[in-house]
């Protein structure tokens, strides 16, 4: 378990009623114009725009592309298109390997299909997820290998504490709305396992309660309608096998997407889970049969992420992309021990977070928050346990793609992302102490950055 993870959060129960943004000036997130050689020694919380015109950055950090859509592989293949959620694990030997999803539903007469899990007239779906094994900077790619293909639309996952990542399909097609877990050490295509007991369903993405002694993953759903899922294994940490599937239900609110602003910023709420009976939808839709036995809905449920207080209590923390009464998103927080949940956070300025995707945590403990919007800017966004927001990138170009695919390498020296349209899978270095420095001085003093 990352250190990270295990200190965020004491705060964020006691977070208040509205998260400050400290990162804009004039109502929007400027970037610097000055020149890299005159930059300051500490970081001032400004983005310097790109010469490059890819990804806006803070003073003193840099990027480096490792592989884009297209590329050759090792094993012959092209590295695939609209690179989505991803994960960086330490390999037996030492090395980093990233897992990427590719949300793609194309045909690709590239991939063999006697190794893909589905294609149709001969030819695989081009779904699926590639693996980039690194060189010890973190930063140049050394091999790289499909993973998994012949799936649809893999948008984001979670990764499970025995060093594996859970690839979802984001989709109701027949036989397709899995997770897939991908063994990052496997060089080949056969490493994966379908998770047919954790439900079929628009899956987004998952995390796994490392305090729970039955090993709980808690699953969102990316749509409108969808609903907030727990799968509890028969055996811990054998998610290949049988288990139960149930969706939140918070008694007398059917949707929690507060289009009428009945729920405040820091309201909580006891919950219930009712039974999913048919995990596999063969005749019924999962997110249906839930909802049928009153569970609540969860607008455009997206990243998820688990975090841990000093005291080894669980929450658990996921985003909604369309959710809140302006449609701009909110970040819920469950807390497993207590069976309550609470909005953590929900926007209500374009400024501010628009539609929260992709979540993570940070190597200095607080959430890492990826937009995904049509703003042609979106925004990588810090949010300390005390509910301040800073920036840490932005996409450049006038591009509209998306951010996804936060994480940091093992060692915490490299962050890495994913600019979805431009197919780009970038690792950023630089002195992560200078952002830990500005906020902790926003977090303690709470003032405003210079423009």
Known sequence: MDKSKRQFIKKAGQSSAMLILFAYGG???????????????????MLVKDPRALFDLPNGFSYKVIISSGDLMSDGLNFG???????AFELSDGSTALVVNHETKSKDKSLNIDTAYDGVNGRAYSGGTSTLVLESDGRTLKRSNRSLSGTIDNCAGGTTPWNTWISCEETYRENHGYAFEVDPESKSLDGYKRLT???????????????DPEGCVYQTEDDYSGLFYKFIPSTKGQLSGPGKLFALKIPGIKNTS???????????????????????????KTKTQGQNEGASIFNGGEGIIFTNDKDSTSNIF??????????LGQIWKYSPSKSKISLFYESDNTNNLWEGDNINITPWGDLIICE???SKACKLIGCTPNGTLYPLGRVAGNSSSEIA?????PDGKNMYLNIQDEGKTIAISGDWNKIRE??????????????
Not at 29 to 45: P, R, T
Not at 81 to 87: H, I, N, V, Y
Not at 320 to 327: H, L, M, S
Not at 405 to 409: L, N, R, V, Y
Request: proline share 2%.
């Open 318 to 327: 996921f985003t909604c992309k369309r959710g809140g009464q302006a449609g």
């Open 438 to 451: 500005y906020r902790d001085k926003l977090d303690s003093d709470l003032i405003h950055y210079k423009t």
């Open 81 to 87: 298109k609209r690179p989505d959620g991803m994960a």
């Open 372 to 374: 995904d919007n049509d």
């Open 197 to 211: 007991h954790m439900g079929r369903f628009q899956r987004e993405a998952i995390t796994v309660d490392l305090n």
């Open 405 to 409: 695919g936060i994480c940091f390498s």
């Open 27 to 45: 109502g929007r997130l400027m970037a610097s114009e000055k020149s890299i050689a005159n930059l300051e020694q500490k970081w001032d919380g």
């Open 258 to 284: 507060n289009k009428n602003g009945s729920i405040s910023v820091g309201d909580s709420f006891s919950v219930e889970w009712v039974r999913i009976q048919d995990p596999s939808a063969k005749s019924v």
